[in-house]
């Protein structure tokens, strides 16, 4: 970790220690589920890889989502405010929406206590 800081620092400032911070981590990380598969036999990696996958790509589409909501909104509302709360909606939406179309499993596991709580109010009344 150091020696990535300590080449990236002096070059790109507090960006470079942004940098090497991720990638000492992305760098533990894989040592970490090395270890860890030798000692419990496979973790499973396509289905993880499929799950990094439809998360990173919903978050994207939703990241793109709020940039554009964000550059609207800030054009007509006079409150940062306002923008901030346009910018968390559209993203949220979005992915939620995005993870839905995707068949996002944790999607289901997140909502599934939700549906369970407030679904059966429905149905009570």
């Given at each position: 970790k150091k020696g990535?800081?300590?080449?990236?620092?002096?070059?790109l400032g507090h960006v470079g220690i942004s940098w090497a911070v991720s990638i000492a981590s992305v760098a533990q990380f894989c040592m970490l589920a090395v270890r860890l598969r030798k000692r419990l036999g496979p973790l499973g990696?396509?289905?993880i890889l499929q799950t990094i996958a439809k998360s990173g790509g919903a978050a994207l589409?939703?990241?793109?989502a709020a940039l554009?909501?964000?550059q609207l909104?800030?054009?007509v509302a006079t409150s940062h405010v306002?923008?901030?709360l346009v910018c968390c909606v559209s993203f949220a939406v979005v992915f939620l929406l995005a993870a839905w179309l995707l068949r996002s499993d944790e999607l289901s596991t997140v909502l599934g206590p939700l549906r369970?709580?407030?679904g059966n109010?429905?149905?009570?009344k």
């Open positions: 990535a800081a300590l080449l990236l620092g002096p070059r990696g396509m289905r589409l939703a990241a793109g554009g909501s964000v909104s800030a054009k306002v923008v901030g369970r709580r407030f109010r429905r149905q009570s």
